[in-house]
């Protein structure tokens, strides 16, 4: 196979990345406070309410898409706001997530980490059209 050790590092980042995002979106909004609830806690913020709807869906989108390793630099980045805004929601409980109401510490960290991510790209075992790293060694086994 002809990958090196930086491709599997940006692999041990993006699924990390995309499961966390899977679960703070599938999990934590759907099922534990669910949509409406999170609508609720957007329009206490001032936020639009409907903006909870559209944080859940490119949570989810970016994080399944991470995890497959598609389209990684237009889902790394797409989170970035959101993770910003995430930190902004939480600025007032201080840095500690584990803070009541969860502080800002947890949501800046991954958006440093989604920003590494977009200027990594996808890595090893990648469905992205332009990593190679996952058609090479399917294409050799196939000869």
Do not use: C
């Amino acid at each position: 196979m002809n990958t090196n050790i930086q491709d599997h590092g940006a692999l041990v980042t993006r699924v990390s990345l995309g499961l966390v995002l899977i679960a703070h979106s599938l999990y934590l909004k759907l099922v534990v406070f669910t949509l409406p609830g999170t609508a609720q806690f957007f329009a206490s913020l001032g936020l639009p309410a409907a903006g909870a709807y559209a944080v859940f869906a490119i949570e989810a989108a970016a994080g399944v898409a991470l995890v497959l390793g598609y389209r990684v630099r237009i889902a790394a980045a797409a989170v970035v706001p959101v993770l910003l805004g995430a930190a902004w929601a939480h600025w007032a409980n201080g840095w500690l997530f584990t803070n009541n109401g969860g502080g800002w510490e947890y949501p800046v960290f991954l958006a440093a980490v989604a920003v590494a991510q977009v200027f990594l790209g996808a890595g090893s075992y990648a469905i992205d059209a332009s990593t190679t790293t996952l058609v090479r060694p399917l294409q050799r086994a196939a000869s």
